[in-house]
């Protein structure tokens, strides 16, 4: 049994004034024009990825998975067209040479946006469809998808990940690998239905390590213990993409019976919709963080950036916090880390020990604070090379560029050639920084910091700053957005639940 596996992901913030471009992919995904794929079963091979679980998954049924392209790019803007069509088509053209084989697993992010199409993984899935006939096809999607009808259609089921953090890749890889072999042998015959609801949720939110995210996955996974119920998703979605299918949605995948699977993500969306004000985060000014941490912290405080984070598309480079840092005069403070290749260059050039007058950051744009001139100290250079201890992308090797860590006053400003999202200890001690001997941690992170953080920390506030994440509807406008949509919208009655024909390839679709 030869089972094909093709990834392409990226979450596509679409208020990002930046575009992304063929060689976000390129340089994010190895260094090579043509995306090989001779190197990823040894660098993926044991990891805590989809492709890492794909690997085990495939080892432990005995299959032979061939992973034959794989692309992602660090969250950002709208993808360039152009880039989308290339790896599109050389996508398809490393599958038709792959053929005929079993079946096909799409490891995809969920989110993607470029210039001309908003729903990439829809118009992705129709075209591995077009190209596989009848083989069955399993997407696993991040838990930030906005999961589309054309993604339903096209697919034999849809698994999305369980956990934001997210720790559960691996697992979900295996997962798919599994369902695959059950349903290709006979034994199971996947059913899936589709929900989309009117509710858009923010990333702090959706943390399945706090309620009401808690509460609403264990119901998930009680579901998921009736032995007819194959599958089940709950997908945050994402919601920085004004396009018609941002928003949380549902999928149910049975054995061999459409109508438990549609009345099964029915009824869990219901509850999920039930629970919608639950969403609402709390936003903390950074006074009210310093006066914490100078009076009442024991450990640790973390300060979540989200609003510059990375991971979702924000330019990492923001200032805010720092200012307020600096005038304040906190001390045992990080922040980290910010993308400023500029000022990664002058610390460089001038050495450690030295003093440089640096223009930092506010440099991507004008949403995330001004750049500030700054009189900083160099402690430290490094080369960014870091392995991923965590429970996320555990043993995953990880790339910032050149780094260097500034000292102005008592912080330490850890800034860097490329833009991640801070997430793990590792990214500070590869710059001689160890995490729990800091009183004020800044991290340009929304929620994935938690997984390997929420053991050190005193306490976690989510940050009041601006930027094109911050986790507040009242700063967006959305022109393509499918209305009403709470809670943009608080009157949102029967907007959803009604079932829709069951269409080709096994799939009941609801929407
Ligand atoms: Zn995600």
Redesign the pocket.
Known sequence: MRIVAIGLAH?TNTFARTKTTLMDFVTYSGGDEQFPTDRLVEDYDGTDTILGGYLAGAAACGVTLDPVFHASAMSGGTVEQEAYETMKNLLLHRLEKALPCDGILLNLHGAMVSEEIEDVEGDLAAAVRMAAGSLPIIMTL???ANITQAMAENTTAIIGYDT?P?CDSRERGIEAVELMVRALRGEVAPRMAYLQLPLLTLPPMQCTLRSPMTEIMSRLHDIEKDPKVLTMTLSGGFPFADIADAGMSVVAVTDGDAALAAKTARSFGEYVFSRRDDFEPVLTGTQQVIRYVREEAKGPVILADGSDNPGGGAPADGTVILEELIREDVSDTVIGVLCDPEAVEAAHRAGVGRMIAIRLGGKTDALHGRPLDVEAYVRLLSDGEFTYRGLMNHGVKGHFGRMAVLVAGGIEIVVAERRIQLLDREMLRCVGIEPALRKLIVVKSAVHFWADFMDIADRIFDADTPGIHRPDFSKYEYRKLRRPMYPLDRDVRGTFLTAAPGADHNSVIIT
Do not use: C, K, R
């Open positions: 979450e991040d838990l930030h934001y997210h």
